[in-house]
């Protein structure tokens, strides 16, 4: 299982992160990479490598929109 944002998520081989946040996004609402600090298992990844990242089964990830405040 992954958990993405507290929610779990059946693990599949080789599936990828945005392949989880394309299936997260159409079930709930829409998540993407830009304007957002991606965290797997506790590691900040760039933009870039969140597009790329593949998965592993008990992977923890959360999205969390990045705050700007003054």
Known sequence: MIRLN???????????????????????RKVGFEGFVIIVNGAALTVEQAKEKTLNDNDVVFIVPVMDGG
């Open 6 to 28: 507290g929610i779990g998520y059946d693990y599949r081989p080789g599936i990828t992160l945005k392949e989880l946040t394309d299936d997260f996004s159409a079930a709930h």
